[in-house]
């Protein structure tokens, strides 16, 4: 019996592995990032962030908002978030910056340059085998002790 809820379990985790690739696969196909550059008009630190430092010092989570050029003239204004140094955040404030918009909505874009497929598979795949190792070790455990 403790066989077969081991292997139940593990399944599990594979298919959420599976199901988590495919995702990001059909994300990543579905967006295609233009560049083109912002001019940073607020930055604001996300009330939930938690500091740690990184490479450049502290790093937190950062709400900005910039209004947006891209190549064919337009304009839009709207909101990106990320993990940014504190340092590198107060230098962008009223600076224009290189950013990567969706073409379908401009107002929507990010900071930093956009993973490519792999990069995004990796991101996310090796916390998911993580876990899966570790509750397959702790079910082999289960499974083992008298």
Do not use: C
């Amino acid at each position: 019996m403790k066989f077969y809820i081991a292997a139940l379990a593990v399944a599990v985790i594979l298919i959420f592995v599976r199901t988590a690739r495919n995702g990001l696969r059909v994300e990543e196909q579905q967006r295609d990032w233009v560049e083109g550059w912002a001019e940073v008009l607020k930055i604001e630190e996300l009330p939930t962030s938690p500091n740690w430092i990184g490479e450049g010092g502290m790093v937190g989570l950062f709400a900005v908002r910039a209004r947006l050029r891209t190549r064919d003239g337009r304009e839009a204004i709207g909101w990106a978030d990320g993990e940014f140094s504190h340092r590198i955040a107060k230098a962008w404030l009223g600076h224009t910056v290189q950013a990567w918009h969706d073409p379908q909505d401009p107002s929507r874009f990010r900071l930093r340059p956009p993973q490519s497929a792999s990069q995004a598979r990796q991101g996310i795949v090796i916390p998911f085998l993580i876990v899966a190792f570790a509750v397959g070790f702790v079910i082999t455990v289960i499974t083992l002790v008298p």
